[in-house]
């Protein structure tokens, strides 16, 4: 079960606005589960996103970035996305991206709009041929299901090895009026996105202008999803997209550094974050939310590539998921982080409260009790001082436990 963590009543989400879901099962892996979604955008709807870093991306990942090239200027404008879940369609090659795009015709031709106004998501099992047939079969009862309050079932409808919906929504005022935003997200292993989550999908019915879009998107992902791991792994599918339907009657916002640019970035920055950790509570096997804050670096970045360091390890993982405080393992993986120059003899390390390490050794008055107790807690925060500079940055992670490994050994059983 997810760590302190309780799905959002569907009943509890806002619809926005400008948008619609409809959900159908089209038999893509499994019978008996809703594995096909539509999102529907009215007109003038502005669009950004963020894509896998991973060089081997997947079919339906190239053919959105095509298309939102070929939307950059919103001479038509994106109006529909189709997700799929049960097959990543990845590392598929040529016939991948034939059968991803054929899957973007195919819902062009239902609601009579060019191709390139589709983005096709898809996730699952990598290196199997999408069943684009069945897709397409199932594209009407998705279409006639469209409805503005279905963002609670859209969610559930995305997950593969997720064990709750993850789904956040708020509303704010821009000048004077009443603003929405509503987000999912899924994922639960595979899971560093360097980019994104899995799948994440946010609107709000803002208006925003469609040159600042890429920007937003990119922000929100660096604040959030650029901070969870659950097992370090990359995934080819990464994707994460940003929807402004422009129904808000308020004064555009054509800069994130305006007054309103700021607070609606803070508000979905909130939403974001709420998804991203979300999806490191439902880690595949996770018993615990673990935050890791380094400080005193000399830049951001270095104070990431510690955090992920220890975020990473399995070592630490395991003991996280055994409660047993052997925290040398933490030093250890601040000391391989890649930080040529680093000074053992200036860090600290605190488990939530507990000093353990001063000066880069074992603090005289820390006791293992101390470290047990901390270690038994279902949320720990790891702080690690690196006495460098003023820099500070914070990741995401979960333990590393007896069911991960469960999991995935039977993941396409």
Known sequence: MPVNFVATPSAELFPVPGTRWGITQAGIRKANRKDLSVLLLDEGASVGAVFTQNRFCAAPVQICRQHLAQNSGQSLGIRAMVINTGNANAGTGEDGLTRAQTTCIALARELNLSPEQILPFSTGVIMEPLPYERIEAGLPAAIADAKADNWGHAAEAIMTTDTVAKAFSKRITLGGVAVTITGIS?????????????????????????????????????????????????????????????????????????????????????????????????????????????????????????????????????????????????????GYAGLDDLDQTQIDLYLDDVMVAKNGGRHPDYAEADGQRVMKQSEITVRVVLGRGAAVDTVWTCDLSYDYVKINADYRS
């Open 186 to 334: 899924k994922g639960a292993g595979m899971i560093r996105p360097n980019m994104a989550t899995m799948l994440g999908f946010m609107a709000t019915d803002a208006c925003v202008s469609q040159s600042i879009m890429g920007q937003l998107a990119h922000e929100l992902a660096e604040g959030s999803f650029n901070r969870v791991t659950v097992d370090g792994d990359t995934s080819t599918n990464d994707s994460f997209v940003v929807i402004a339907s422009n129904h808000a009657k308020h004064a555009p916002i054509t800069s994130l550094a305006s007054a309103d640019g700021q607070v609606l970035r803070t508000a979905m920055m909130g939403i974001a974050q709420q998804l991203a950790q979300a999806i490191v509570r439902d880690g595949e096997g996770a018993t615990k939310f673990i935050t890791v804050c380094v400080e005193g670096g000399k830049t951001g970045d270095e104070c990431r590539k510690v955090a992920y360091a220890i975020a990473h390890s399995p070592l630490v993982k395991t003991a996280f998921f055994a409660s047993d405080p052997n925290l040398g393992r933490i030093l250890a993986a601040v």
